[in-house]
């Protein structure tokens, strides 16, 4: 009987949170020690499977420790910095750009409905894309606008909306530089 991946990786990821950094480094040695035997039989295949997983999840939980240490002394790497160039240009786009524009654009018929509570924001509604519902989506302008449908769910900003039906569009960073080019805004380097 196999165990699945996600099972051992969860298995792993616990175990490896309730170590100390001393323990996690010492387990560390030991895993890439069984990983590096050329012995086919020690530990095994299932072993072997067994200790990459925990590699994997030791390595993990090291860096999440590592980042979360970071953070607190204030002290931001590359990566943490280019996440949030990203993040606040997503936020950013997401504030200019008009989603009942955004779907009217990717071919979607909205119906005008009434303003609505959000300041500057006419409601319309409009089939959903996702489950055919004829007049269940909800879709709000103005800033920050967002589309939602009462029947399945299914919800979207502009970045979401550019992913699901914009064609180049399905990552989030492609999404955001799609939405930047039509704000005019400048998109962050890697």
Known sequence: MSVPDDFLSRDAKAEAKHLS?????????VLTADLADDDPD???PAGRHLAAE???????????????????????SPADRTY??????????SERADVPDLMAACGHVLTARS?????????YSAACPVCGGTDRLCVWGGPNGRAWCRQCGWSADAVVLAQSFVPGCETFRDAVKWLASVAGEAVPRD
Do not use: H, K
């Open 115 to 123: 303003r609505n509570d959000r300041p500057g924001g006419p409601e």
């Open 21 to 29: 950094v001393d323990a996690l480094l010492s387990w560390r040695d």
């Open 54 to 76: 925990r590699r994997r999840a030791v390595d993990a939980e090291i860096a999440r420790r590592d980042r979360l240490s970071r953070i607190g002394r204030g002290v931001a």
């Open 42 to 44: 020690c530990p095994g």
């Open 84 to 93: 949030e160039a990203w993040r606040d240009l997503a936020r950013v786009v």
